[in-house]
């Protein structure tokens, strides 16, 4: 049957490469909503103060467990926050212990909590030394910092001032650069014969900066990378929907209180835990490729990570129209929930 007619599709439960679950009360209320249908998520480490040490990652994720709904079988992947300080043996220490799946590089200043991130990539090259040596990836949020790089064009920037000449001195490092928003990224992924992956989100996927700036100021479609122009949407959604193993579910779900979002200098993150397969799931159909889906969101992931994919199913049904709360409420305050635009027709029923 062509996809296009299919209106159940079961395929292997989806894990999410890419999650901010936050701290305390915020992440005893947006968890729950991974947790319904992810087995696991790659676990950001930008809290304040950033999970740095293999100690460190350790209590953040037993607070996770314990913030974990009764009976959730969710297991979170740690990720280690590098910083010019980071002790290498702490890092290999980490990973053979299966305390960290991961370390985060963040260039210092390219996003929320990123302060404490790398100004100087030689300063962490024995980190990454060691790493290349283990076999541990190294996720990239790939955007140079630089005033003088317009904000549209840092991540293109990046990958020509930082990825290609680290992939030359570290050629096998894993990495995998975040959140990808170009057909730049796009076409430098693909162009890549090994140790290189990128994760996509579900919003940009669905948003281009028209969603955000054009008939009034649309903070809650504010995020980092932000939004390019629609032909970058459009060779996302073509690298999403392709069954490419180098790309990946990451849904750079980044909840932040509507009071913290809806400011004079607001913050950048899209909350879109609660209906992502569901918008997930509409991107796909749209584009004629819904079984494409479980490549994307439940295989490729696990292939880069070296895990077996999840064993147990999760099923996705097309109806009426499905809808979601606009917000969740959390001790810290309300969050908006991703609103892509569009009916979603697509529900996920265990
Ligand atoms: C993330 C956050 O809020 O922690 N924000 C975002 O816009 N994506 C940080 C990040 O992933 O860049
Ligand atoms: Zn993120």
């Known amino acids: 049957?062509?996809?296009?007619?299919?209106?159940?599709?079961?395929?292997?439960?989806?894990?999410?490469?890419?999650?901010?679950?936050?701290?305390?009360?915020?992440?005893?209320?947006?968890l729950p909503e991974t947790a319904r249908h992810f087995a696991r998520a790659i676990v950001m480490p930008n809290l304040v103060p950033p999970v740095v040490t293999s100690a460190q990652a350790l209590a953040y994720r037993e607070r996770i467990m314990a913030a974990l709904p009764p009976g959730a079988k969710f297991q979170p992947l740690m990720t280690l926050y590098l910083t010019e300080t980071t002790d290498p043996e702490d890092v290999r220490e980490a990973y053979a212990?299966?305390?960290?799946?991961?370390?985060?590089?963040?260039p210092a200043g390219a996003t929320t909590n990123s302060d404490s991130?790398?100004?100087?990539?030689?300063?962490?090259?024995?980190?990454?030394?060691?790493?290349?040596?283990?076999?541990?990836?190294?996720?990239?949020?790939?955007?140079v910092t630089d005033h003088d790089v317009d904000i549209f064009d840092r991540e293109a920037?990046?990958?020509?001032?930082?990825?290609?000449?680290?992939?030359k001195k570290v050629p096998d490092l894993r990495i995998v650069m975040e959140h990808v928003t170009t057909q730049d990224a796009v076409d430098y992924v693909r162009d890549s014969n090994k140790n290189l992956g990128a994760t996509i989100t579900t919003h940009h996927l669905i948003i281009n900066r028209n969603h955000i700036l054009a008939g009034g100021i649309k903070p809650h479609f504010y995020c980092l990378p932000v939004a390019k122009r629609e032909a970058h949407r459009v060779a996302l959604v073509q690298a999403a929907i392709s069954g490419d193993k180098r790309f990946f579910l990451?849904?750079?779900s980044a909840p932040h209180t509507d009071?913290?979002?809806l400011q004079a200098c607001g913050c950048a993150g899209i909350f879109s835990a609660p209906n992502t397969m569901s918008c997930l799931a509409e991107v796909f159909d749209a584009a004629g490729r819904i079984r494409k889906i479980e490549d994307?969101?439940?295989?490729?992931?696990?292939?880069?990570?070296?895990?077996?994919?999840?064993?147990?199913?999760i099923t996705l049904i097309k109806g009426d129209p499905v809808t979601y709360p606009a917000q969740i409420a959390t001790g810290d305050g309300p969050v908006t929930v991703f609103d892509p635009g569009f009916d979603l027709h697509w529900r996920v029923v265990d």
């Open 97 to 106: 212990a299966g305390i960290a799946t991961a370390v985060k590089l963040y």
């Open 259 to 261: 009071p913290n979002k």
């Open 117 to 143: 991130g790398v100004r100087e990539i030689e300063k962490v090259r024995a980190v990454l030394d060691v790493m290349a040596e283990i076999g541990m990836p190294l996720c990239i949020h790939g955007e």
């Open 250 to 252: 990451g849904t750079d």
């Open 1 to 30: 049957m062509p996809d296009r007619h299919l209106t159940s599709l079961t395929i292997r439960r989806p894990d999410d490469w890419h999650l901010h679950l936050r701290d305390g009360a915020m992440l005893k209320a947006v």
């Open 157 to 167: 920037v990046f990958i020509d001032r930082v990825m290609k000449p680290l992939r």
């Open 296 to 313: 994307f969101a439940s295989l490729n992931g696990p292939l880069f990570y070296g895990l077996p994919p999840n064993e147990d199913t």
